[in-house]
């Protein structure tokens, strides 16, 4: 363990002022998580104080759009008592002395809520006691303003900047002598503050992936099989080196992982456009492999005839289950599933890379770039240490930027044309050669009593394996709701081989799992003749925390009264079961913890005799802790993120048909629209736990709660998504 | 083939071949990166610029189509008291997340605002369904438009 007293570290910046190092400890979570403490801590949070006063503060995470180039700056800025207009943010690059660099599973709040505001309060106390030593009082009786350091009795001030050089020469702090803001005194946090990267956005400044350039650079595009893995047999290469602008044309041999370099072809030409029109003419000879029983239907008639056989394995058993349906008033079973979805951010994948002289420099749009710098150096077999990775703005992530592929393709053209090189994929590579959010099948049961109490459960879920393990963020695991709440549950998995790749997908595992489980608990509460609200207290039971069981997803355990909280509010505030709809017209209800946040949403819907769905509204209530940090940016994620999953229930599936995703472009996915768009309203309680993420949690509820909707509406019931490939006419 | 273009106000030469897509010659060939590529079918209208003051999708329009037409794209649109309006409301109500579909709304809301001055819903609806927010960042973008409208007006 690291000695406390190396926490902080400070000295001069090159032209005076001062420079302000901190550890954050990797695990630091732990305030939240409830983890074992400080480790593998290492210099590297940086604040920088000029003598102008211009205080510059190191944003280290990937920003993809969720904020958190504004949110890590603020929570520095708060404890350092800093005047936000004195305030710079830089972007970091990839750099070891950062960890947890990475911009997913909604982490970056319950990691750095408390080691951030730690550097600030350092800083902000540092400068406190350069302004004693100049005054001659006791630090004690000196208080800050934003950018001063104030004592009151005598009604002297200086600012941040007059006294940075000498704050740099005073001792160090000990972290646990830090004092931290009562929240109640907070200035930047709690404040809706516009992020500073708008007026460059709205001007078309050049701060994306796709924007990079370089002198002398060169455009790729990158050819490689539709079926994911397929191996090159030849290809016509040389008469592709004859087309106008094309400066290289290449074929790579790459590996077996679906996340590194694959078989391809590269065409790099003086323009991207010339680059991708010489592509349109390459023939490639492809060796697919086995590609058997790699299609959709045939997914869907497999997961049929295992979910009429018992589950390959068991992951949870409490009770009997069959007993409980014995018993039970009202039995139902239904079958769910969900389709495969690719990401689809708007800026296709790209990453602009320069190898020369044994050294790699990259400009990656990258959620995760740690990985990315491992795979080039691993890859291209040059030492990690030569080589440099810029975090560049990246237009949306949603997870498809935690695979580095592009990375690797970039720096792997580079080096074969030995300069620098920008790769630019289609939007059709884009949604053929994701990591996929993975489809699933699920054959429920379920048994409530005459009283109306969810008294067994079961279900059989059919997801995907890939080379004999189960595919990523294709699992589910034993804590998964209503599991802990009915005393006679049964959950069973079997697995379908599947080529195409998967991955983590915005609120991964939650976003098919919420729909399919919270439909079905909404149909069992109908079949009761239950109100949904009330099926769900009484689930629910009384305010408690339930451990999870252990497991590599193990976490914090379940607070049965938060989630209750958020029901209770998206009621209220929805006017759940107050109002009288017209014909046609439902509320749906649907609820899900998950990312440490607890949401729930009611959306109203419309849908028309010819069976057209018009989302009418949607609330949002939403328990991430006891401080919303960015009100303006949170509305903003919240707002987003029940829509992203209205988008992909309204509209998104992908078909793999011989092992290639059919669907190329948004003529097939549809997503959401203006016209389609519905206002959002949120809400958010306010509770006496520690701030956690808002990237994902808010997406679960929101098909569900639509699909629901839409029972309410129509008294039709939806068990597959996307909604379009449903007929939803009166006459149907 | 050599082009003489007027690009927000200024004459530039280029030369490419007459299919090269508008966008292609904006962003490569004159370094204006604010259009964006995003789908390269007009299907997102990322990379919408103007093309006389009305929007077009500059991916789908070959550059010996464009003749003498004016050009304006994201980085000339706040010359425009239209333009100016909608950027400080999308500043003021702190629209974009990812912001990389931003240009493209602004290009289209901007072209709505300046045939319809204060535009209802149904004309945002039909005006705005053409560009993708794959953030969905609708309501706010509904929102900013409405403002922009609101400040013109004064």
């Avoid at chain 1, 002395?97 to 951030?116: C, E, K």
Wanted: include cysteine.
């Amino acid at each position: 363990m690291l000695a406390r007293r190396h926490f902080l570290k400070v000295s001069l910046a090159v032209g005076g002022g001062m420079l302000l190092a901190a550890a954050i400890p990797t695990r630091a979570k732990a305030a939240t998580l409830a983890e074992p403490g400080m480790d593998a801590a290492t210099l590297n949070a940086y604040l920088r104080i000029a003598p102008d006063g211009k205080v510059t503060i190191t944003a280290k995470n990937p920003e993809v759009g969720q904020g958190v180039k504004m949110m890590l700056p603020m929570l520095i800025a708060e404890e350092l008592d800093a005047d936000w207009s004195d305030v710079q943010i830089e972007q970091a690059d990839l750099d070891k002395r950062f960890p947890g660099q990475v911009a997913g599973g909604s982490t970056a709040t319950p990691r750095n809520w408390l080691p951030m505001r730690q550097v600030g309060a350092a800083g902000r106390q540092m400068l406190i006691a350069a302004a004693a030593a100049q005054w001659s009082v006791p630090a004690a009786e000196c208080e800050t303003a934003p950018g001063r350091v104030l004592h009151a009795p005598s009604g002297r001030s200086l600012s941040y900047g007059a006294l940075a050089t000498q704050a740099a020469a005073m001792p160090v702090p000990d972290v646990k002598s830090l004092t931290l803001k009562d929240p109640k005194t907070f200035r930047i946090i709690g404040q809706p503050m516009r992020n500073i990267e708008v007026p460059r956005i709205v001007t078309g400044k050049p701060i994306f992936g796709i924007d990079v350039s370089l002198p002398g650079m060169l455009y790729a595009v990158f050819q490689k099989c539709d079926v994911h893995g397929g191996k090159l047999v030849s290809s016509n290469v040389a008469d592709i080196r004859k087309l106008p602008g094309v400066r290289a044309a290449f074929e790579v041999k790459g590996g077996s992982d679906l996340r590194g370099l694959l078989d391809g072809v590269a065409v790099v030409a003086d323009s991207w456009w010339q680059a991708n029109r010489a592509r349109q003419r390459l023939q490639i000879i492809w060796d697919e492999g086995d590609i058997g029983g790699q299609n959709s239907t045939d997914f869907a008639a497999t997961a049929l005839r295992m979910s009429k056989g018992a589950p390959e394995s068991i992951l949870r058993r409490d009770g009997d289950a069959n007993a409980a349906f014995g018993k039970a008033a009202h039995v139902l079973e239904a079958a769910y599933s969900y389709p495969f979805l690719s990401h689809t951010s708007l800026e296709p994948q790209n990453c602009t890379a320069h190898v020369q002289d044994g050294k790699v420099e990259i400009w990656a749009p990258t959620q995760n770039p740690a990985p990315g710098s491992a795979l080039v150096a691993a890859t291209l077999g040059v030492p990690e240490a030569a080589i440099t990775v810029h975090l560049v703005r990246a237009g949306g992530g949603f997870g498809r930027r935690l695979s580095n592929d592009y990375m690797v393709e970039a720096a792997w053209i580079s080096k074969v044309v030995g300069g620098p090189v920008k790769l630019l994929w289609t939007r059709e590579d884009d949604m053929r050669h994701d990591f996929y959010r993975p489809a699933g099948f699920h054959f429920f049961k379920g048994g409530v009593d005459a009283d109306g109490k969810l008294i067994g459960f079961s279900d059989h879920f059919v997801t995907f394996s890939q080379d004999g393990a189960v595919a990523a963020s294709a699992e589910m695991t034993p804590a998964e709701y209503p599991a802990r709440m009915v005393e006679h549950l049964d959950f069973g998995t079997s697995m379908i081989p599947l080529r195409a790749p998967t991955g983590p997908m915005r609120a991964p595992r939650s976003n098919g799992l919420g729909f399919a489980f919270q439909s079905f608990l909404d149909e069992l509460a109908h079949e009761a003749g239950v109100d949904p609200v009330q099926f769900a207290h009484t689930i629910l039971g009384a305010p408690r925390l339930l451990p999870d069981p252990p497991g590599p997803r193990q976490g914090p355990g379940f607070d049965t009264g938060r989630m209750r909280g958020v029901i209770d509010l998206v009621a209220e505030k929805s006017g759940w079961g107050k109002q009288s709809l017209p014909h046609g017209t439902g509320m749906g209800l649907a609820y899900y913890f998950s990312h440490l946040g607890y949401f729930a949403e009611v959306v109203q819907a419309t849908v028309s005799s010819a069976g057209e769905i018009a989302v009418d509204k949607v609330w949002v209530a939403g328990d991430i802790g006891s401080q919303i940090i960015n009100p303006l940016n949170a509305e903003n994620q919240a707002q987003g993120s029940a829509l992203d999953g209205i988008s992909q229930a309204l509209g998104q599936g992908l078909t793999i048909e011989r092992g290639r995703v059919v669907e190329g472009n948004f003529d097939s996915v549809l997503p959401l629209r203006m016209r389609q768009a519905p206002p959002v309203e949120v809400h958010f309680l306010v509770t006496d736990h520690p701030p956690t993420g808002l990237g994902e949690p808010a997406l679960p509820p929101a098909l569900p709660a639509l699909v629901n909707a839409i029972f309410a509406a129509t008294g039709k019931r939806i068990r597959s998504l996307p909604l379009k490939d449903h007929d939803l006419s009166a006459s149907a | 083939m050599k082009y003489i273009l007027e690009v927000n106000g200024a004459k530039r030469d280029v030369d490419v071949d007459g299919e090269t897509p508008l966008l292609w010659v904006l962003r490569d060939t004159l370094d204006l990166k604010g259009t964006k590529f995003g789908c390269g079918a007009a299907q997102c209208g990322a990379c919408t610029v103007h093309l006389e003051g009305h929007p077009i999708r500059a991916c789908q329009t070959p550059i010996a189509s464009v003749g003498a037409a004016r050009i304006t794209t994201i980085e000339a649109i706040g010359e425009s008291k239209i333009g100016q309006s909608l950027q400080a409301a999308w500043i003021a109500l702190d629209v974009p997340q990812c912001g990389y579909c931003q240009a493209g709304q602004i290009m289209s809301a901007a072209a709505l605002l300046s045939r319809i001055p204060a535009p209802t819903d149904h004309d945002i609806n039909a005006a705005m369904s053409g560009n993708v927010c794959r953030c969905a960042t609708y309501t706010r973008i509904r929102a900013a438009i409405k403002q922009a409208a609101d400040a013109g007006r004064t």
